[in-house]
């Protein structure tokens, strides 16, 4: 049988063990939260070596990114995809399947409403237009319309 000092030492026995299951869940919380960023990093970079494999290949062929981790509230212009490539905006389009979780503005900016994996299509041309030399259309879930 216990003794009185005994039976007192349960109580922070049981609080320390909270405590560490509490602090045991941050760390495991945290390294997820860490390994998704990386994943997202991940994703960002593979989108962009795409879009320049496309650039260098401008004779129609479509450069596939599958598997793309894309965060919520995400936005993507035209703008700053041809800044990536040295084109003017005017020269790339952005398109998107049919779907609540994306959204193109007149703008030419593509916005992503949720958190979502995904394949990015990547197809450039070579173009008669004297504003162009070339053409690019990156599209979001699908293949691109040429």
Known sequence: MLNSKGQMFEGYR???G???A???L???LGMITYLQDIQLQIS????NDGLKAAK???DGSVVVRDHLLIAESQSYSKKAFANQINLDAECLEIQSKDSIAYEILDTGTLNIHTQLQ???YFSCVMSDDDDCDITCVVS???KPDN
Do not use: D, H, N, Y
């Not at 960002?44 to 989108?47: K, L, N, T, W």
């Open 14 to 16: 049981l609080l320390i």
């Open 18 to 20: 909270a405590i560490m």
């Open 22 to 24: 509490i602090m045991i």
């Open 26 to 28: 941050v760390i495991i």
């Open 44 to 47: 960002q970079e593979r989108m």
């Open 56 to 58: 260098k290949t401008p």
């Open 118 to 120: 995904t394949s990015v």
């Open 140 to 142: 979001f879930g699908k």
